[in-house]
Nanobody, 124 residues
Framework: QVQVVESGGGLVQPGGSLRLSCAAS????????MGWYRQTPGKQRELVAT???????NYADSVKGRFTISRDNAKNTVYLQMNNLKPEDTAVYYC??????????????????WGQGTQVTVSS
């Protein structure tokens, strides 16, 4: 059974930092691209950052220079270090594990798993 579990959310003041963690089990973690997405009420879920199985990263323009995504394949965990947080970063943050057509390990079947989300609130 595949499980994707986020942790590390909470309340932080503007300018503060948080580190989110996401542990994936039931998959060969090193083969998967991992990503963080976020969603606020009434809005579509949006990409925050992704990291491929090979370690290539991609960021939304709104978080470039402030957020860093990384992965530890030995711990089956992906992280999102968030610095200089702003009120507009307030959202539920979701972790995604994906193995799709852009992966060198793709064999024709797409795998896509989501966590339950963790709340991040940036407020004074």
């Amino acid at each position: 059974q595949v499980q994707v579990v986020e942790s590390g959310g909470g309340l932080v003041q503007p300018g503060g930092s948080l580190r989110l963690s996401c542990a994936a089990s039931g998959v060969i973690f090193s083969l998967y691209a991992m990503g963080w997405y976020r969603q606020t009420p009434g809005k579509q879920r949006e990409l925050v950052a992704t990291i491929t199985s090979g370690g290539i990263t991609n960021y939304a323009d709104s978080v470039k220079g402030r957020f860093t995504i990384s992965r530890d394949n030995a711990k089956n965990t992906v992280y999102l270090q968030m610095n200089n947080l702003k009120p507009e970063d307030t959202a539920v943050y979701y972790c995604n594990a994906n193995l799709g057509p852009t992966s060198p390990y793709y064999t024709g079947r797409r795998y896509d798993y989501w966590g339950q989300g963790t709340q991040v609130t940036v407020s004074s």
